[in-house]
């Protein structure tokens, strides 16, 4: 039986895949074996020993400590695209929110409530809420991944021009992109021409206020910036001081502040990218599947941290083990294997950057002596038996 922590509200129909014979989903947990989180911070929680994956039902995962769950052999999921459709649907809306004065004309209509002639005070007062269509204006799409490609491609439909800036671009995106979309040599040129600007990369050291002062300044007076990527991607003073100058006319943030909530020209949205239920639906079975998966199989797909691995089981009892990239660590685990007269039915080996998968399926138990000789080796990070 494997426990399952929920650190957030988890959609019950991904949770309710979870076979309730083998997983006990409980949102406290002294030693859970998997964690489920959306947004929950865990970089100040210490990770339970038991620990083995962390499933984010979610894209960013700038809210798990990534390379302390490495270095304690703890596989980091996350659920590319599931939540891509939900999150470009508020993009567009927030273009258009920004552009025709609607939040503006909506709260002035609200406080008509209890005038004699409403009617005729709208009609004489819409003038002061009008605003210009997005057909025809220019979009810079930074970063061009599952929800920069479909933000891209919908602009490009309802008649925008749409330049995409992203240097790491996937085959599987570059593919997916329309050919209307032009792409642009430099972040300082996508910006440059452009009435929208709309950011959809991940917050690294890299990316972090990669929007400030010196990039606005490339810009065209009266853009509308739109961040539903993450808040410290655009430098907050920087950005006030442009919208107080004129020089910015409307940020549009999924990620308000204290300080940003003071600016008019802020139009503040609570984190709702992903609240539809159809992208909480969709992360929460992708994350609950490959958690189940990795768990009771060893197979990993969708990790941020150790890569891809499948194999079909070929015996009862296989060990999983998580290992440094190193030379000779497949031949130092075999040959304790061979010390323990352990025959191998079927084995695989892959490897990302610094770390390294080995699954091996056996032919007979192994017993914990020999799994704490495994994880004795220098290199090899944790070891586990699974029987199936
Ligand atoms: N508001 C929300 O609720 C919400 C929902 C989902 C995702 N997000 C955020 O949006 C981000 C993007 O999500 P996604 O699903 O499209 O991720 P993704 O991994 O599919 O795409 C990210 C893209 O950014 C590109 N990139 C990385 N560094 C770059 C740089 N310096 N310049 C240009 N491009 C760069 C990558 O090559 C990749 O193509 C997530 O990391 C997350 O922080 C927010
Ligand atoms: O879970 C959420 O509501 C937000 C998720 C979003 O920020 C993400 O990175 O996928």
Same mark, same amino acid.
């Given at each position: 039986?494997?426990?399952?922590?929920?650190?957030?509200?988890?959609?019950?129909?991904?949770?309710?895949?979870?076979?309730?014979?083998?997983?006990?989903?409980?949102?406290?947990?002294?030693?859970?074996?998997?964690?489920?989180?959306?947004?929950?911070?865990?970089?100040?929680?210490?990770?339970?020993?038991?620990?083995?994956?962390?499933?984010?039902?979610?894209?960013?995962?700038?809210?798990?400590?990534?390379?302390?769950?490495?270095?304690?052999?703890?596989?980091?999921?996350?659920?590319?695209?599931?939540?891509?459709?939900?999150?470009?649907?508020?993009? #567009?809306?927030?273009? &258009? /929110?920004? @552009?025709? +004065?609607?939040?503006?004309?909506? %709260?002035?209509?609200?406080?008509? !409530?209890?005038?004699?002639?409403?009617?005729?005070?709208?009609?004489?007062?819409?003038?002061?809420?009008?605003?210009?269509?997005?057909?025809?204006?220019?979009?810079?799409?930074?970063?061009?991944?599952?929800?920069?490609?479909?933000?891209?491609?919908?602009?490009?439909?309802?008649?925008?021009?749409?330049?995409?800036?992203?240097?790491?671009?996937?085959?599987?995106?570059?593919?997916?992109?329309?050919?209307?979309?032009?792409?642009?040599?430099?972040?300082?040129?996508?910006?440059?021409?452009?009435?929208?600007?709309? #950011?959809?990369?991940? &917050? /690294?050291? @890299?990316? +972090?206020?990669?929007?400030?002062? %010196?990039?606005?300044?490339?810009? !065209?007076?009266?853009?509308?910036?739109?961040?539903?990527?993450?808040?410290?991607?655009?430098?907050?003073?920087?950005?006030?001081?442009?919208?107080?100058?004129?020089?910015?006319?409307?940020?549009?943030?999924?990620?308000?502040?204290?300080?940003?909530?003071?600016?008019?020209?802020?139009?503040?949205?609570?984190?709702?990218?992903?609240?539809?239920?159809?992208?909480?639906?969709?992360?929460?079975?992708?994350?609950?599947?490959?958690?189940?998966?990795?768990?009771?199989?060893?197979?990993?797909?969708?990790?941020?941290?150790?890569?891809?691995?499948?194999?079909?089981?070929?015996?009862?009892?296989?060990?999983?083990?998580?290992?440094?990239?190193?030379?000779?660590?497949?031949?130092?685990?075999?040959?304790?294997?061979?010390?323990?007269?352990?025959?191998?039915?079927?084995?695989?080996?892959?490897?990302?950057?610094?770390?390294?998968?080995?699954?091996?399926?056996?032919?007979?138990?192994?017993?914990?002596?020999?799994?704490?000789?495994?994880?004795?080796?220098?290199?090899?990070?944790?070891?586990?038996?699974?029987?199936?």
């Amino acid at each position: 039986m494997f426990t399952i922590q929920t650190l957030n509200k988890i959609s019950e129909k991904g949770l309710g895949l979870l076979d309730p014979e083998r997983f006990a989903v409980k949102d406290d947990a002294a030693q859970p074996e998997g964690i489920i989180l959306r947004s929950h911070k865990m970089h100040d929680m210490t990770l339970p020993e038991s620990l083995l994956a962390v499933a984010r039902a979610g894209a960013g995962v700038n809210n798990i400590p990534i390379e302390s769950c490495t270095d304690k052999g703890i596989v980091v999921f996350n659920t590319p695209g599931a939540n891509a459709n939900s999150v470009k649907e508020l993009v #567009i809306s927030g273009m &258009l /929110l920004s @552009s025709r +004065k609607i939040v503006e004309g909506v %709260s002035w209509a609200r406080n008509l !409530k209890g005038e004699s002639d409403v009617e005729k005070t709208v009609e004489k007062g819409k003038k002061d809420y009008a605003g210009p269509e997005i057909m025809g204006k220019t979009l810079g799409v930074i970063g061009l991944g599952a929800i920069g490609v479909m933000v891209a491609n919908a602009a490009a439909d309802l008649g925008m021009n749409v330049l995409g800036f992203d240097p790491y671009i996937s085959v599987d995106s570059a593919w997916g992109l329309s050919a209307g979309v032009r792409r642009a040599k430099s972040l300082e040129a996508a910006v440059a021409e452009c009435d929208f600007i709309s #950011i959809h990369v991940p &917050l /690294l050291e @890299s990316t +972090k206020g990669m929007v400030d002062s %010196s990039l606005i300044s490339r810009m !065209k007076d009266g853009v509308r910036i739109l961040n539903f990527a993450r808040g410290p991607l655009v430098n907050d003073a920087d950005i006030i001081t442009a919208l107080e100058s004129g020089k910015v006319a409307k940020y549009i943030t999924d990620f308000p502040n204290a300080e940003l909530l003071n600016q008019e020209n802020v139009l503040p949205i609570p984190h709702l990218g992903a609240s539809t239920p159809e992208a909480e639906e969709n992360c929460a079975v992708m994350a609950s599947r490959q958690l189940a998966d990795y768990l009771s199989s060893g197979n990993i797909k969708n990790s941020v941290n150790f890569p891809s691995v499948e194999m079909e089981f070929s015996t009862d009892i296989r060990l999983v083990i998580l290992n440094r990239n190193v030379p000779s660590m497949v031949g130092q685990i075999t040959s304790v294997l061979a010390d323990e007269k352990i025959n191998i039915s079927d084995m695989i080996n892959k490897h990302r950057d610094e770390v390294a998968v080995t699954i091996i399926d056996v032919d007979g138990d192994i017993s914990p002596e020999g799994v704490k000789r495994l994880e004795a080796i220098e290199g090899v990070i944790r070891a586990r038996v699974i029987k199936k």
